[in-house]
């Protein structure tokens, strides 16, 4: 189960990863918390009236192609997004607004879902949230707090027989490690590359490769699909963007993995790990 903020955000953190256990035959869901109402549109050509006016509804058109696209199950969970609160100081959140949703009423939402479909592994965001939005952080205390409650049967007893998942898992896709070899392909090759501004103001305490990262999963064969689901999110992403500048072919050479830090755990473990579900089949076939 792979817990996110924005419809988009399955594209862009461990997309790959999810089309891969997917294609390997394990059920895949992907839960997204919001609608994502309040997403600018990013795409200068999906700019329009038409779209502005429903954009609520193209939303769940996009997300609904990028999950057939990588072959995984959806959820909404039901939430407004709380939109990215700009200025100084920020704006209030909206009234309503998920980021405003008292943590237990949106962990019992979670919790209801997970005893539902009971998932070996799940994964979230860091407690930054990938990054500062209110929702990612959200994201973050209501997939911990859900990982822990759904297994216990005093909390939310209504929702369902108790489930424990056994490992839970947050997205790390911002490394610079990676952003830098992909530069010096670009530079090697005599072309500019997008990333030189992002390296330069870096600052070295959010380097989580090495500081963080305890499981690399390897799926380059699904690069190409992660990236048309994330173009399915049409008002999302200009495909023009940085997103789509290194060919799919050096990333498949240079950084063929997709990074996750295990944070909790309910099986034994060696780290560092190649796959999210080690250590479980030992632990399922003791049960049997
Ligand atoms: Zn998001």
Redesign the pocket.
């Known amino acids: 189960m792979a817990v996110h903020?924005?419809p988009?955000?399955e594209s862009s953190k461990g997309a790959a990863t999810t089309a891969k256990y997917a294609d390997e035959g394990a059920r895949v869901m992907v839960v997204t918390l919001t609608g994502g109402e309040r997403g600018d549109i990013l795409n200068p050509a999906m700019d329009l009236p038409e779209v502005r006016g429903r954009i609520a509804e193209v939303r769940r058109d996009e997300m609904a192609k990028a999950a057939e696209i990588l072959g995984v199950e959806h959820r909404w969970l039901g939430f407004v997004d709380s939109g990215l609160p700009e200025g100084d100081p920020p704006p209030p959140l909206p009234e309503g607004c998920f980021a405003t949703v008292p943590l237990e009423q949106a962990t019992e939402r979670l919790v209801r879902l997970i005893r539902e479909f009971r998932p070996h592994v799940m994964t979230t965001y860091d407690e930054n949230g990938g990054y500062p939005?209110p929702?990612?952080i959200r994201c973050h205390q209501v997939s911990v707090a859900a990982y822990e409650a759904a297994a216990d049967y005093r909390l939310f007893p209504d929702a369902g027989p108790p489930w424990a998942v056994l490992k839970l898992y947050y997205n790390h896709g911002f490394i610079r490690q990676r952003m830098k070899l992909l530069q010096d392909e670009f530079e090697k090759n005599g072309m500019e590359g997008p990333f030189a501004k992002w390296l330069e103001r870096w600052d070295p305490e959010n380097d989580v490769f090495e500081k963080r990262v305890t499981t690399r999963v390897e799926c380059a064969k699904y690069f190409g699909r992660r990236d048309d689901a994330l173009r399915a999110h049409a008002t999302q992403i200009d495909p023009n963007s940085f997103f789509f500048a290194a060919p799919i072919e050096w990333q498949e050479r240079l950084w063929p993995t997709e990074e996750f830090e295990l944070a909790r755990s309910r099986v034994p473990v060696r780290l560092p790990e190649t796959d999210l579900f080690a250590g479980i089949e030992d632990h399922v076939d003791k049960l049997d």
């Open positions: 903020a924005h988009d955000d939005h929702d990612h």
